[in-house]
């Protein structure tokens, strides 16, 4: 079955650290790949998204992804976290056509200043 | 502009009572979703509409109905509640045929 798969559950991090979530899709044809963020309390909004074209995507807020099709994956990235960015993220992408849209397990960053 | 909009935000269910979700969005979108959100399991889909008069199965259906009233509106119906059904449900639109989803602000539900 067509799936996509975030590996890491829970991320800590210091503020100015690093960051790559990895997400990692089963299906192949073309493939539609997004980041969604989900801070405390709130639903879940668009980080960025992947249709075709330049594999690095840029979105909101700093954030980068890449698409590497020999790997299966869409990997985010952020080179310098902030407190702020303290939410859940998940990769997702389109099941079996452009109409089911199938999401990871999610992981949990937490920031600390 | 309000979006997407869903009703209750928050519900408390006995086992075996009903319920209705109700969602509608404004954006005149033809693709409409539910989804349900647990600790470590991320999202799940329950039920789609990817056009008014169409709704297809997700990822885990068994024991909800929907409706999908008109372009606007598509709800999601708990005949029996069961306490696996406590969750947060988000209902999500979507217009171009690769687009991406614009999500309610959810519904936690608690089935007793």
């Known amino acids: 079955a067509q799936s996509v798969s975030q590996h890491n559950h829970h991320v800590i991090l210091s503020e100015a650290a690093s960051l790559e979530l990895g997400c990692n899709y089963s299906?192949?044809?073309?493939?539609?790949l997004f980041w969604y963020v989900q801070y405390p309390g709130q639903h879940l909004q668009l980080l960025l998204k992947?249709?075709?074209?330049?594999?690095l995507v840029k979105g909101i807020k700093g954030f980068e992804a890449e698409f590497i099709k020999s790997k299966f994956s869409f990997n985010l990235r952020k080179p310098s976290v902030q407190w702020s960015d303290t939410a859940e993220y998940f990769c997702a992408g389109f099941s079996g056509g452009y109409n089911k849209l199938i999401f990871g397990a999610g992981t949990r960053l937490a920031v600390h200043p | 502009n309000a979006g997407v909009t869903q009703t209750p935000k928050f519900q408390v269910l006995k086992t075996g009572q009903s319920m209705t979700l109700q969602c509608a969005q404004d954006?005149?979108?033809?693709?409409m979703y539910w989804y349900r959100q647990d600790p470590g399991m991320g999202l799940r889909l329950i039920y789609y509409s990817a056009s008014e008069g169409t709704t297809d199965k997700g990822e885990v259906p068994n024991g909800y109905n929907v409706s999908r009233l008109n372009k606007r509106e598509f709800s999601l119906r708990l005949e029996s509640a069961a306490p696996s059904q406590t969750s947060v449900y988000f209902c999500a639109s979507r217009t171009t045929r690769a687009g991406e989803l614009f999500f309610g602000e959810g519904s936690r539900l608690t089935v007793l």
């Open positions: 299906y192949g044809g073309t493939v539609n």
């Open positions: 954006m005149n979108h033809n693709s």
């Open positions: 992947y249709f075709s074209g330049d594999p």
